[in-house]
């Protein structure tokens, strides 16, 4: 999932941007970011092996996407250092 929702996070994160400048960015973020957060109490409420499978397979396409939208917002952190942030971003 990480080659695909990663850039998928970073293409949506663009025409959000497109639409409503860094606010749109930053809806994005906290868009995914919430529906993590319902995957983890769907998670933690599953009664079968194949659902928390399932659950946790989309779970993890939204934190990829999450990370997308993260090294979108990146340049706008500390512009004279984004390289910088960048690293400290990529290395979690």
């Keep these: 999932s990480a080659v695909f929702a990663r850039g998928l996070g970073g293409y ?3 025409r959000a941007y497109d ?3 860094l606010q ?3 809806y994005v973020q906290m868009i995914c ?3 993590q957060g319902v995957l983890t109490l769907i998670f933690a409420r599953c009664d079968t092996l194949s659902w928390s499978i ?3 397979v989309i779970f993890s396409i939204f934190v990829q996407m999450s990370m997308g939208t993260c090294f979108g917002i990146v340049p706008y ?3 004279p250092n984004t390289g910088s942030i960048a690293g400290v971003v ?3």
Excluded: Q
């Design 54 to 56: 399932v659950i946790m």
């Design 12 to 14: 949506i994160s663009d």
């Design 24 to 26: 749109g960015r930053l």
């Design 90 to 92: 990529g290395a979690g």
């Design 33 to 35: 970011m919430i529906i």
């Design 19 to 21: 639409l409503f400048s």
């Design 77 to 79: 952190v500390d512009s």
